[in-house]
């Protein structure tokens, strides 16, 4: 079944104790996402990557690290995590429409991940 | 960087009724997506618009790009319970990408509630 898995969904930590959030797609997609979703801000793009050893910040990248060294795999890294990051985190991932066209084609979220800073 | 604006915030319709969400931005876009979130759940992808003037048709949903490829909206026939849920739209994070694939915005939402 082609999908998006991350984990862990659920996660309470303390602040400054880094952590992983791992997400993983089995679709072969070149773009993968991070977002985090809170109440009136909407999803804001964290970091994206359009393939291998490619990344960009997005909308809100302060406070995370993210690497790209396998096309399926795109952890969130929170190297010292403060109460702001409280959040609901998505990944995503999509084809690029190739042959110039600058767009991206469906993109699939994961399930999600809560994250507790306290 | 982006400015993008979606109206309205909330939406409160009697079942049966029609809905409609806009959405705006600052500059000239490339492309243009829409979401659905139902409660709880993860974004889904409903539709992508490139084309200037473009309308596009999912059963009760109506998509339409503007012809100055500056705002979007989604249009729905008769409201169903089903239809529950946040509508988003995204857009790419620079408005216009020439030369690959950018990040991308999304707009706030607009919350459908839906009134048996």
């Known amino acids: 079944e082609a999908q998006v898995t991350q984990n862990p969904r659920y996660l309470i930590t303390v602040t400054g104790k880094k952590l992983t959030v791992t997400c993983s797609q089995n679709?072969?997609?070149?773009?993968m996402s991070w977002y985090r979703q809170d109440p009136g801000l909407g999803l804001r793009q964290i970091y994206y990557s359009m393939n291998v050893e490619v990344t960009d910040k997005g909308d809100v990248p302060e406070g995370y690290k993210v690497s790209r060294k396998e096309k399926r795999n795109f952890p969130l890294i929170l190297e010292s995590p403060s109460p702001n990051q409280t959040s609901l985190y998505f990944c995503a991932s999509s084809l690029l429409a190739g042959g110039g066209r600058p767009w991206w084609e469906t993109q699939y979220f994961g399930p999600g991940t809560r994250l507790l800073v306290l | 960087g982006q400015q993008v604006m979606q109206i309205p915030q909330y939406q409160h319709v009697q079942e049966g009724e029609d809905f409609t969400t806009y959405c705006n931005s600052s500059t000239t876009l490339s492309n243009i997506q829409w979401y659905k979130q139902r409660p709880g759940g993860h974004p889904v992808f409903l539709i992508q618009l490139v084309k200037s003037g473009e309308v596009k048709k999912q059963k009760r949903l109506t998509f339409q790009f503007g012809e100055a490829k500056k705002n979007s909206s989604l249009h729905i026939t008769a409201t169903q319970t089903t239809d529950v849920g946040t509508y988003f739209c995204?857009?790419?994070?620079?408005?216009?990408?020439?030369?690959?694939?950018?990040?991308?915005?999304f707009g706030k939402g607009t919350h459908l509630i839906i009134q048996p």
């Open positions: 679709m072969n997609h070149e773009y």
């Open positions: 995204a857009l790419p994070l620079r408005g216009y990408s020439g030369g690959g694939a950018d990040g991308l915005t």
